[in-house]
Every structure is written in C-alpha cells, then in structure tokens.
C-alpha cells in the first residue's frame, strides 16, 4: 500500500503525518478517511480548486489529469506545475509526498 506523506499545514495537519490508503483512492479519501479535514466544498466532483494538493514527490505515479480538473486548477490559489483536485489524483503504488496549500477559493468558508 503507498504511503502518503503530508506536509505540514496550520490548520488541517500541524505537525504533518504519514498515512497510508489502497491503490485506487484519491488522495482527498485518504487524507479524509485519515482524519486529515481537506476542503472538498463540491463533494469530490471536480466542481471546485478547494481540495488543491501540490504532489511534491510522486506525481508521475498518478493518473493523468483530464481537462476539467486542469480548467479548474487554473483557478487555484498557489498553482505549480505539481498542483493536482485532490478528488481527482487517484494513488498507484508508488509513495507520495503531499503539500496542502495554505490558502483556498472557497466562498462559502469565508463567509462571502
């Protein structure tokens, strides 16, 4: 099973951890069913940037993105060449390292 590393963040994962989830899983599953609460304001259906990951190490293991996620990801706040939808980046077998990124496009969260 890979294992997913996650960057520290503030909020959802101060001191950052280890998880590991089945090939298969998005890496917004994993990290939610790990107890790790990342934005998914549309439900996981590539209709938002909320769950916005950047794949510091591994991205290439992961199904490519279609073109709906890449117009979305043009979106994001923070974009990088490594950035995936969380909902949409499915796990191989290969390990990753993961950076949730400090800041997100969600309206609804920020009370607009």
Excluded: F
């Excluded at 280890?18 to 790990?34: F, H, V």
């Excluded at 209709?47 to 510091?56: E, F, G």
């Amino acid at each position: 099973m890979p294992t997913i590393k996650i960057l520290p963040h503030a909020e959802y994962c101060p001191e950052g951890t280890e998880i590991q989830a089945p090939p298969g899983t998005s890496i917004c599953e994993a990290l939610l069913e790990n107890g790790i609460p990342i934005e998914h304001a549309c439900e996981m259906s590539c209709a938002c940037t909320t769950c916005h990951v950047v794949v510091r190490e591994g991205l290439a293991s992961l199904n490519e993105a279609e073109e709906a996620e890449e117009d979305l990801l043009d979106r994001a706040w923070g974009l990088t060449p490594q950035s995936r939808l969380s909902c949409q980046a499915i796990l191989a077998q290969k390990d990753l390292v993961v950076e949730i990124p400090k800041y997100t496009i969600n309206h609804a969260k920020e009370n607009h």
